[in-house]
């Protein structure tokens, strides 16, 4: 049964930090680039980082450049997200998705909310 588990999530303040963590089963993870995205109230998901399978590379949205990084643990088939300097504007539900050339899988998502 494949799972994707997010934890991390929660309520900081404004220039604050959270950790983000996607714990993977049920699928070979090293098989297939991770990425997180977010979806905001009112406005569409869209993708935040993503990084290859075997983590050589990452890519991330305009908006994130600089605050957040990436990073993946192919032993323990886990995706995290460091989120540094955050803003009002990232409060979200942030999902972890496995991306693969034939599936894709996604997580339950976790809400974090910037906010004074």
């Known amino acids: 049964q494949v799972q994707l588990v997010e934890s991390g999530g929660g309520l900081v303040q404004p220039g604050g930090s959270l950790r983000l963590s996607c714990a993977a089963s049920?699928?070979?993870?090293?098989?297939?680039?991770m990425r997180w995205y977010r979806q905001a109230p009112g406005k569409e998901r869209e993708l935040v980082a993503h990084?290859?399978?075997?983590?050589?590379?990452?890519n991330y949205a305009d908006s994130v450049k600089g605050r957040f990084t990436i990073s993946r643990d192919n032993a323990k088939n886990t995706v995290h997200l460091q989120m540094n300097n955050l803003e009002p504007e990232d409060t979200a539900v942030y999902y972890c998705n496995a991306f693969g050339f034939i599936n894709t899988y996604w997580g339950q998502g976790t809400q974090v909310t910037v906010s004074s």
């Open positions: 990084i290859p399978r075997a983590g050589s590379s990452t």
């Open positions: 049920g699928f070979t993870f090293s098989n297939y680039a």
